[in-house]
């Protein structure tokens, strides 16, 4: 097929060349028209000769049409003086047909070397000079101008006239009109029939073998197959040892097969997890509408019709709560009547999907039990006081204070009917009853068990009584120092009993210095409470909110340690001396650690009314604390020599028994200096033993 | 009691199940059934096995006056009904059951109590002829059987903490020493057996000082020939009790005299040697053997002491503070103690390798304040408590045999008395004497 194309392209170039070479004595512009034509036509041949072959048909019967067209268009036409010369073409080519018709098939290639068209502006779109008076350029670089357009009246008149005007083609590119011969024509049907451009052409030609000829004995070569053709390679050998070396030294390495995973998955498995388990954003599909029910029935059981009461109960209801469908029975199918609620329904379910986002949530799932903090066993921790087995029953009112004596065996009470007793602590005997005539405050037994004396504070005045125990000896020293000590000043602070002299006397020279504050408290009416540092020079005062830490040989103030209570009703400091417990009248314990900050380590939130007075045990790791509740709570708080270890604190019990007077509880707690054993002192009057 | 009328309850029989039993007993032949078995019903209790005994020495012998009996299966007090004891302790009734009966442990009669004037803190029922009783008003006195006060020891200036009679072996005049809280130690003598009609005052003839603080305890040497004292100075001290080396310290007495309106001479003693390592208060301590006493305080722990090493020997760690402590029981061995809990310890020290206690009875509802053993019986041991109540125990049940409740505040003390009585004393100042107990 395709060869057939080229030999017509040939043939119409060979046509042109015929053409030139007999129409030599026409004048110049025809020629150069004739040439111009060719070229076109080889122009077209060559920019088709890529394209397939049915769009090449398509075109060339485009062109046809167009030719057929443009009789009526007139376009073309552009005059009638060509009429002489076609004619005469068609003559001349005519009789050259036959006798050049090979030779043009020979010359076919040489189709380059024709005259150059006139027009030089090469392969540029031609609507760029569409609208220029020129159409181009010519070799000598003069333009082209364009010939005046005929009218379209005129044109197509002409054309009318003119017989031969359907045979005529307007070429754009050399703006001329080209008239085509009879020969042409037929070529150009030829081509659109599919045949080949010449009639001459054979298309089923014999083949010719130009080989064989007669006399032939032997084949073209009768040579014997080389060796090489059937021993295997000398040098694809040596290739392919070298590649065995390479890949046994390793330089060359194999991609290791990748193993594959037997892929299980759950037959039966839940899909929804696998969806959650993609991290892509997933597709959560619209929850469905819940299914109808028995009762959605067109003709439910009677159990779901609503009996007239009911119906009346839900008029009675809020719109809210009125259900939303109300069963009814229908004979058939057919009586149902339209569902009045349908659109509103879908509606409102568009309205639900719409505004309520469906975000996949994650939640974490903790078991509340594991944040808890880890808290030992009670059991672990025993001894503590759990039981009272001893009441210290003698006093007339409520008792206010309670001190132990350092060995344990007795402790004093101060009451608020004016007396101080002694007890015995493991028969519950009251040894002695002191009378002072004013309600006491506080009693402070002498921690030095050489001098058995009791400091007792009552309205104005600070009382240092002789207990009476002791033998002789210890009778005789209490004499001469009470004595002694009989015309100091009693001051209004009840100072408790300091061990240290030196500290005694610090205290003193302290007093006058801290003056200011106390006179400042004490103007707002309520009692400072204080507490020494067991160990070293340190005083601890509170105000109201807060606790101030004096340094008592500096006479300075340390630390200001911050409550955040409302107010302090009492402290008490660690035997250590680095903790400090307070406790508050909204019934908040506070936990010091000095170590940590001037902020509570704990808040223990555990009595509903006033604390009135907390304590810490001098051995084992316990403090309590005891309230207007009537109760006492007992703690375990272990403090460890190691700094990175903060205080363990553990609720171990609440102590009752005792009864409420007077809106006041439990007044006072204290340990037994030796058992892990409480003494609480309750507004019943009595005082309570509450042993492990 | 309530055992004395016992009437057979045949009502029962009919619908229960019958086990076939034999009755044996160590007791004297009036008291002895034949040795034939009898079938009874199963859900007899201790009361109705009583009475089925009782009518069976009344078909021997018409005179037998009814009497309570207890009965041991196996070593064990029956203490509910036959069968349920048969099946909690996993014993057979196809075969025939030998069931030992011994008399029922029990105070038969409560005697008048001994008034004092002030709480009853301790008494020694050592000596069969009279009742040694100490008092928080300072005094010892001496009682002689029916509640008649014959002797008053005078002399304290603390209440006296712990009483005990040393030597009481036929002789006329009798040791006792008492302990006080005024931190000494005082030696008494009196003759026992002299009548009188009025509380005659007598006054000590040593006084042994050395205790820094309350003491708290006294217990003698099986020979009389010393005595140690448990105080709160955490320390126990021995003390020789004979007379004849007191030459050397008249002279402190002589300036004593000057105070003192008694013309007596008054011997002071000194401790022989101390004992440390309790590290709280020695609430009580026994000497049961010569080179042995055992010691009890509220440190937690008993300790075992050698008297002439002045050691101690082993400890017992009992978790609570202690305040009596006995030696008595099975080869007098076992280790009773009570403390500030309800429930009275018994140890065995010849167990080795534990602490735990062998037996704990917790029938109490306060601390306990004494506890004693029987001298004579391996089983039988009575403990009084703070909640008023005196209990007698034997080993062989874990309920009390009885309860004493004559008291009606805290008992502070008891003791055997004769072998059949206990006589405890408490704070509403009374000496109970609950006699008749009869243990073989």
């Known amino acids: ?692 | 009691m309530d055992m004395n009328i016992e009437t057979p309850e045949d009502q029962n029989e009919e619908n229960s199940r019958r086990v076939q039993v034999r009755f044996k007993t160590k007791l004297k032949p009036p008291q002895k059934v034949p040795s034939n078995s009898i079938a009874i019903p199963s859900n007899l209790t201790r009361f109705g096995l009583s009475s089925v005994v009782n009518n069976l020495l009344q078909a021997v012998n018409p005179e037998w006056k009814s009497e309570p009996f207890d009965f041991l299966v196996n070593g064990e007090l029956v203490r509910m009904s036959l069968e349920q004891f048969l099946l909690a302790k996993g014993i057979s009734a196809e075969k025939v059951l030998e069931i030992e009966y011994i008399k029922a442990v029990a105070p038969q009669k409560e005697e008048e109590p001994s008034l004092h004037d002030d709480w009853v803190s301790a008494v020694d029922g050592s000596n069969p002829g009279f009742i040694l009783t100490g008092c928080y008003d300072n005094l010892g006195r001496v009682w002689k059987a029916g509640g008649v006060c014959t002797h008053i020891l005078e002399g304290h200036c603390g209440a006296v903490s712990s009483v005990n009679i040393i030597k009481s072996d036929g002789l006329k005049y009798v040791t006792v020493a008492t302990a006080s809280k005024d931190q000494t130690l005082r030696l008494w003598k009196f003759d026992a057996e002299e009548l009188v009609n009025h509380p005659k005052k007598i006054r000590s003839f040593k006084i042994l000082r050395g205790h820094k603080a309350s003491v708290h305890s006294i217990a003698a040497e099986t020979s009389g020939n010393m005595v140690c004292s448990g105080s709160w100075d955490c320390t126990i001290s021995l003390w020789r009790t004979n007379d004849s080396d007191a030459a050397g310290n008249q002279v402190s007495i002589k300036k004593r005299k000057g105070n003192n309106q008694v013309e007596e001479p008054q011997l002071e003693g000194e401790a022989i040697s101390t004992l440390v390592g309790h590290t709280q208060c020695v609430s009580s301590v026994v000497w049961p053997q010569q080179e042995t006493i055992y010691s009890a305080s509220w440190d937690h722990s008993v300790r075992t002491w050698d008297v002439e090493m002045g050691k101690d020997l082993s400890d017992i760690f009992c978790g609570k503070a202690l305040n009596c402590i006995d030696i008595g029981g099975e080869g007098a061995a076992l280790i009773a103690a009570g403390g500030s809990d309800p429930i009275l310890r018994i140890w065995d020290p010849r167990k080795p390798g534990t602490s735990a206690p062998v037996f704990q009875f917790s029938s109490h509802n306060s601390w306990i304040s004494a506890c004693k053993w029987h001298n004579k019986s391996w089983f039988h041991l009575i403990s009084a408590s703070y909640d008023g109540k005196v209990m007698l125990w034997d080993l062989r049940t874990a309920w009390p045999l009885s309860v004493i409740d004559s008291h009606k505040d805290k008992v502070l003390c008891a003791d055997w008395w004769r072998g059949d009585s206990v006589i405890s004393g408490g704070v509403d100042s009374k000496l109970c004497v609950s006699s008749g107990v009869s243990i073989q």
């Open chain 1, 1 to 692: 097929m395709r060869e057939r194309k080229k030999s017509s392209a040939v043939e119409v170039s060979s046509v042109k060349k015929k053409k030139e070479k007999k129409t030599k004595d026409n004048n110049e512009p025809r020629e150069q028209k004739e040439k111009e034509e060719s070229q076109s036509i080889m122009k077209q041949q060559k920019n088709t000769t890529s394209r397939s072959k049915k769009e090449k048909q398509r075109k060339a019967t485009e062109d046809y049409q167009s030719l057929r067209e443009s009789e009526l268009s007139g376009d073309e036409v552009h005059g009638t003086d060509h009429d002489v010369d076609n004619a005469d073409d068609h003559h001349e080519e005519d009789q050259t047909d036959g006798s050049e018709g090979h030779r043009g098939v020979e010359e076919s290639d040489s189709s380059e070397d024709e005259v150059a068209p006139r027009n030089t502006i090469g392969d540029v779109p031609l609507e760029w000079y569409k609208d220029e008076k020129h159409i181009g350029y010519d070799i000598s670089g003069k333009k082209i101008t364009k010939k005046e357009r005929q009218d379209k009246l005129a044109s197509f008149l002409a054309n009318v006239d003119d017989s031969k005007s359907w045979r005529k083609i307007y070429d754009e590119y050399n703006d001329e009109e080209v008239e085509l011969t009879k020969e042409e024509i037929r070529l150009v049907q030829r081509l659109l029939k599919g045949k080949a451009p010449h009639t001459d052409f054979d298309q089923y030609a014999d083949y010719v073998d130009w080989f064989k000829y007669d006399d032939a004995l032997h084949p073209l070569s009768n040579a014997p197959e080389p060796k090489r053709r059937f021993i295997p390679s000398k040098w694809e050998s040596k290739k392919v040892v070298q590649y065995v070396r390479a890949i046994r030294k390793g330089l060359i390495k194999f991609d290791e097969p990748k193993e594959e995973e037997p892929k299980f998955y759950l037959l039966w498995g839940d899909d929804s997890s696998a969806a959650e388990k993609a991290n892509h954003l997933a597709y959560i599909p619209a929850p469905k509408p819940k299914l109808p029910g028995h009762e959605e029935s067109y003709n439910p059981s009677l159990e779901y019709i609503p009996t007239q009461e009911e119906l009346n109960s839900y008029q009675l209801m809020y719109e809210e709560d009125r259900p939303k469908f109300i069963p009814r029975r229908f004979t058939s199918l057919r009586s149902v009547p339209a569902y009045e609620n349908a659109v509103k329904d879908s509606f409102e379910r568009c309205m639900d999907l719409y505004l309520c986002p469906r975000v996949r949530k994650k939640r974490v799932n903790i078991d509340p039990e594991t944040l808890k903090p880890k808290l030992p066993s009670r059991k672990d921790l025993k001894p503590y006081p759990v039981a009272c087995y001893l009441e210290y029953k003698g006093h007339k009112g409520a008792v206010v204070s309670i001190s132990t004596e350092a060995s344990g065996q007795w402790f004093a009470s101060g009451s608020t009917d004016g007396t101080v007793r002694i007890w015995e602590v493991e028969s519950g005997r009251c040894l002695r009853v002191l009378e002072i005539g004013e309600a006491i405050q506080y009693v402070a037994w002498n921690p030095l068990p050489e001098l058995p004396v009791l400091a007792v504070s009552a309205g104005q005045d600070v009382l240092i009584l002789n207990t009476g125990l002791g033998n002789e000896e210890e009778q005789r020293r209490v004499k001469d120092l009470l004595h002694v000590e009989t015309p100091t000043a009693p001051d209004v602070l009840d100072l408790g009993l300091v061990e240290d002299h030196l500290l005694k006397n610090l205290l003193l020279a302290l007093m006058f210095t801290l003056d200011g504050v106390f006179g400042r408290m004490a103007s707002q009416g309520r009692l400072p409470l204080h507490v020494f540092h067991p160990t070293r020079s340190i005083f601890f005062v509170s105000t109201k909110k807060n606790i101030r830490v004096y340094d008592l040989l500096k006479q300075r103030l340390i630390k200001k340690l911050e409550t955040g209570l409302k107010e302090v009703s009492s402290i008490a400091i660690h035997p250590a001396g680095d903790n400090l417990i307070v406790g508050s009248r909204e019934g908040k314990l506070c936990w010091f650690d000095m170590d940590l900050s001037s902020k509570p380590y704990r808040v223990l939130k555990c009595h509903p009314k006033d604390i009135t007075n907390v304590a810490f045990h001098r051995s084992y790791p316990l403090f309590a604390s005891c309230s207007d509740d009537c109760t006492a709570y007992v703690f375990h708080g272990m403090v460890y020599s190691d700094l990175n270890q903060n205080p363990l604190i553990v609720p171990l019990e609440i102590l009752r028994g005792h009864t409420s007077s007077n809106g006041r509880g439990v007044m006072d707690c204290k340990f037994h200096p030796r058992q892990p054993w409480l003494f609480t002192a309750g507004a019943d009057s009595v005082i309570r033993l509450y042993c492990h």
